[in-house]
């Protein structure tokens, strides 16, 4: 069977392949059968990413990913640390009923390869980075220094995609409306005296 390459989701893969590089992952594009993917690896992991364009095709290419790194899995030099390995589809299409039991059969499948299947993938990198988040490292408590919540609440929201000055609006309003801790605290104490329970 031959599956064309226009059947990838190539939107989900690019963003694949930035998620899994930026973690510190070696990525290489490859074909399965005219079927684009990624080949990931570091040194816990192997897998490789596919990203159908409909479930139908997911439930197809299956056999053919799992295949292939079962195959790359042997292929290895005998001295070379064993991975955990992963075969990984992304897929934006949300599934139908008869759609949900053929892909829970395919995620109870453990034979060569742990496999991961994410439905109803947003295309962007918040979306990608949450359906990958089984490959990806845990952040250490030091990697980066403490940022302030709103400035992150409002990269991580334009990232996504939202206009900035829709997003700038939201956080203003949240500002107004919800006053600093230390405000609050102040009003705390002053509406403590005024009632004579200060000590």
């Known amino acids: 069977m031959t599956v064309p390459?226009?059947?990838?989701?190539l939107e989900l893969l690019e963003l694949s392949e930035s998620v899994m590089s930026g973690a510190g992952y070696v990525v290489q594009k490859a074909g399965i059968e005219g079927a684009q993917v990624l080949l990931v690896?570091?040194?816990?992991?192997?897998a490789v990413i596919a990203a159908p364009i409909t479930l139908q095709h997911l439930l197809e290419i299956e056999p053919l990913v799992?295949?292939?790194l079962s195959e790359r899995l042997v292929a290895g030099p005998p001295n070379r640390k064993r991975w955990d390995a992963f075969?990984?589809?992304?897929?934006?299409?949300?599934?139908t009923t008869e759609e949900t039991e053929p892909i829970a059969d395919l995620v109870n499948n453990l034979r060569f390869a742990r496999r991961?299947?994410?439905?109803?993938?947003?295309?962007?990198?918040?979306?990608?980075?949450?359906?990958?988040?089984p490959l990806l490292p845990l952040p250490t408590a030091h990697d980066k220094p403490l940022l302030d919540p709103l400035d992150e609440l409002r990269r991580i929201l334009v990232v996504d995609g939202l206009d900035v000055a829709v997003v700038q609006?939201?956080?203003d309003d949240f500002q107004v409306a919800v006053p600093s801790s230390e405000t609050s605290y102040q009003n705390s104490v002053r509406d403590r005296?005024?009632?004579g329970d200060d000590e």
């Open 169 to 171: 609006a939201a956080v």
């Open 116 to 133: 991961l299947v994410r439905i109803g993938v947003a295309p962007t990198r918040a979306g990608v980075s949450r359906s990958l988040r």
């Open 66 to 68: 799992s295949r292939s």
């Open 193 to 195: 005296t005024e009632m």
């Open 41 to 46: 690896e570091n040194d816990d992991n192997i």
């Open 87 to 95: 075969v990984v589809f992304l897929c934006a299409q949300e599934a």
């Open 5 to 9: 390459a226009e059947l990838a989701d």
